[in-house]
């Protein structure tokens, strides 16, 4: 947790940042063979230097990014957890539980579907 530690402190809201480092703890235990990072300011996790899932923060939510082929085979559960998203990505409102379940699905899903991608991003 320590690389997301600069990313943590800048979050002015307490309950806000203990809900991100409660969801970046969780998927750091969760799947530890996952890389943590910080780019582009944003926390994220890859496997074999290709991007798994990535997280921000806004006002409103906090974003959960698995890449735009994770919210297609995604979406209806997304919506059946009672959040929104684009076609990037998905919004907890800062108010709503986090649906770990929903988020395992989506992290090993990537993992599966990307285990002999060599790019960063999917092509």
Request: glycine share 4%; net charge neutral; aromatic share 12%.
């Amino acid at each position: 947790m320590e690389v997301f530690a600069a990313f943590l402190a800048h979050i002015d809201n307490p309950q806000h940042r203990g809900r991100t480092e409660e969801v970046l703890t969780w998927v750091t235990k969760k799947f530890p063979d996952l890389v943590p990072k910080v780019a582009w300011n944003q926390p994220m996790f890859t496997d074999h230097d290709t991007f798994i899932i990535g997280f921000s923060v806004s006002k409103q939510h906090l974003a959960v990014a698995p890449e735009r082929a994770g919210i297609n085979h995604f979406s209806d559960d997304i919506v059946k957890a009672g959040h929104d998203h684009t076609k990037e990505l998905v919004r907890i409102k800062w108010n709503s539980p986090v649906d770990f379940t929903l988020l395992e699905k989506m992290i090993e899903f990537n993992r599966m579907d990307k285990v002999d991608c060599s790019t960063f991003w999917r092509k």
